[in-house]
T-cell receptor, first 115, second 114 residues
Framework: DAMVIQNPRYQVTQFGKPVTLSCSQT?????MYWYQQKSSQAPKLLFH???????NEADTPDNFQSRRPNTSFCFLDIRSPGLGDAAMYLC??????????????FGPGTRLLVL | AQSVTQLGSHVSVSEGALVLLRCNYS??????LFWYVQYPNQGLQLLLK??????LVKGINGFEAEFKKSETSFHLTKPSAHMSDAAEYFC????????????FGQGTTLQVKP
């Protein structure tokens, strides 16, 4: 089945230690998104790639970076995680066509714990 | 700017009862609206979406939603709740075609009592 895969599902890191979360997709979608979701809150968009074009949200901290080496993979790098970065990180994909927006398909998420 | 407001952060119903989750939107352009469900420690799954076709939209798992422009609402309903419906539900509006951004409501936790 075509899908969005996130690894690992749970990630523990230390305060200030860089960490990378990965997302892959078999849907061949050209847009990939990273959302941050803190406990009991709505997902918040950090950035997205439209093909190779990177689009950063204005309020995304510089501590968060992303890479998309090819269509299938996208990475979220947190350069110096703080305690406030503990959250669920959701990857999503879509394939816009025409004027109507296409559905965003979400992965299962990676829960990040910062010690 | 587009936004959505979900009325009621927690809704509790008995199994077999009607489910009604409320969502109101604000948009300066015809909106594209979505309902997603999130089970514990899972990603979001699309329930249904409105993209300016039929105003009554049927989704998965017996859910449906009706777009009412006069009330700026897109409430989610299900005639008979099942225990497996217990989850977090998010209403979302598409920001604009330029950003690809989904703007989510704060979510409603649905509890289903036996």
């Amino acid at each position: 089945d075509a899908m969005v895969i996130q690894n690992p599902r749970y990630q523990v890191t230390q305060f200030g230690k860089p960490v990378t979360l990965s997302c892959s997709q078999t849907l061949n979608h050209n847009v990939m998104y990273w959302y941050q979701q803190k406990s009991s809150q709505a997902p918040k968009l950090l950035f997205h790639y439209y093909d190779k074009d990177f689009n950063n949200e204005a309020d995304t901290p510089d501590n968060f970076q992303s890479r998309r080496p090819n269509t299938s993979f996208c990475f979220l790098d947190i350069r110096s995680p703080g305690l406030g970065d503990a959250a669920m990180y959701l990857c999503a994909t879509s394939h816009p066509s025409g004027r109507a927006p296409e559905t965003q398909y979400f992965g299962p998420g990676t829960r990040l714990l910062v010690l | 700017a587009q936004s959505v407001t979900q009325l009621g952060s927690h809704v509790s119903v008995s199994e077999g009862a009607l489910v009604l989750l409320r969502c109101n939107y604000s948009s300066s352009v015809p909106p594209y609206l979505f309902w997603y469900v999130q089970y514990p420690n899972q990603g979001l799954q699309l329930l249904l979406k409105y993209t300016s076709a039929a105003t009554l939209v049927k989704g998965i798992n017996g859910f449906e939603a009706e777009f009412k422009k006069s009330e700026t609402s897109f409430h989610l309903t299900k005639p008979s709740a099942h225990m497996s419906d217990a989850a977090e539900y998010f209403c979302a509006v598409f920001g604009s075609s330029n950003t690809g951004k989904l703007i989510f409501g704060q979510g409603t936790t649905l509890q289903v009592k036996p």
